[in-house]
């Protein structure tokens, strides 16, 4: 019901954008988010958007060179990387929280993506 897609291999300091497309049901009464995971680390948190796309927030470690965004009425979601560095390189999942809010874990998401590598080059 969540597909994620857009990743690919940049090389540092380039820039993707990668959506996550819903099909069969509507999330635009909840928070989007997306997660990461890089190989033998834990899924972590990247950024998130509540529903209306108002409120959004960010990893301390993407601030500044990632950006989120959504489109309701498209049952879309977006994150925008920019300035890519190697150490962004994971696998980026989507998911849509239980409800309208912003939520950092990822026990708070009950709808997740089959995520989208990004690899980044130095």
């Known amino acids: 019901q969540l597909q994620a897609f857009g990743g690919g291999l940049v090389q540092a300091w380039g820039f993707l954008r990668l959506s996550c497309a819903a099909s069969?049901?509507?999330?635009?009464?909840?928070?989007m988010g997306w997660f990461r995971q890089a190989p033998g680390k834990e899924r972590e948190f990247v950024a998130v958007?509540?529903?209306?796309?108002?409120?959004?927030y960010y990893a301390d470690s993407v601030k500044g060179r990632f950006t989120i965004s959504r489109d309701n009425a498209r049952n879309t979601v977006y994150l925008q990387l920019n300035s890519l560095k190697p150490e962004d390189t994971a696998v980026y999942y989507c998911?849509?929280?239980?409800?309208?809010?912003?939520?950092?874990?990822?026990?708070?998401?009950?709808?997740w993506g089959q995520g989208t590598q990004v690899t980044v080059s130095s």
């Open positions: 958007s509540n529903w209306s796309g108002g409120t959004t």
């Open positions: 998911a849509a929280s239980k409800d309208s809010g912003s939520y950092y874990s990822p026990s708070q998401y009950d709808y």
């Open positions: 069969g049901r509507t999330f635009s009464s909840r928070g």
